[in-house]
């Protein structure tokens, strides 16, 4: 038995966040904040800025932060380049990263980063694996239900938690998952 590279994206994408959260860690460069977040009233005038709206899913605040977003990604993310295709599960990832970005930077005082609004849309698009074209997963219902309630709870809570980019998030996954489906 042989170890493969089962989940380009997913896998390259993990090795990735991991290798910016030890370089961060380990020097004095201070990658994350200078790098791979997003900050209110962006400088538009300033390219960084811009790359900061998609690169924000790559940084992390600490390990246990990276931890629990990967355990998801790494749970779900080979299924869905499987059913979806690497090149489209990448597009998809760089859609809700922009998207959650300039939404935190248009609407919110808080910076953002981390891989949350990816792990959601994982979560959501997920429930259309074995979606047929005319039906409604009942497994989307009830995770939109359970999902949406958490988050509309938690968003009152001072907990340093973006559960808006957990909102917006699953809100992409489910617009793909309808879209990719139902055609």
């Given at each position: 038995m042989k170890i493969t590279y089962?989940?380009?994206?997913?896998?390259?994408?993990?090795?990735?966040?991991v290798a910016i959260l030890i370089i961060d860690s380990l020097t004095v460069f201070q990658l994350i904040p200078g790098l791979f977040t997003v900050y209110p009233h962006m400088p538009y005038?300033?390219?960084?800025?811009?790359?900061?709206?998609?690169?924000?899913?790559?940084?992390?605040?600490?390990a246990a932060h990276l931890?629990?977003?990967?355990?998801?990604?790494?749970?779900?993310?080979?299924i869905l380049e499987e059913k979806y295709?690497?090149?489209k599960l990448f597009t998809y990832v760089l859609i809700t990263a922009l998207?959650?970005?300039l939404l935190n930077n248009f609407f919110f005082t808080t910076g953002l980063l981390g891989a949350s609004g990816?792990?959601?849309?994982?979560?959501?698009?997920?429930s259309f694996v074995n979606f047929r074209s005319g039906e409604i997963p009942l497994t989307f219902i009830l995770i939109i239900f359970l999902f949406l309630?958490?988050?509309?709870?938690?968003?009152?809570a001072n907990d340093n938690i973006s559960q808006f980019?957990?909102?917006?998030?699953?809100?992409?996954?489910?617009?793909?998952?309808?879209?990719?489906?139902?055609g």
């Open positions: 089962n989940s380009p994206f997913v896998l390259t994408y993990t090795f990735v966040c005038q300033n390219p960084l800025s811009w790359f900061r709206l998609v690169s924000h899913i790559a940084g992390h605040a600490n931890a629990s977003n990967f355990v998801f990604i790494l749970l779900l993310g080979p295709s690497t090149r998207i959650t970005g990816v792990v959601f849309m994982f979560i959501l698009l997920a309630g958490k988050e509309i709870l938690q968003a009152f980019a957990h909102i917006i998030g699953g809100l992409c996954g489910s617009i793909f998952g309808f879209r990719t489906n139902s």
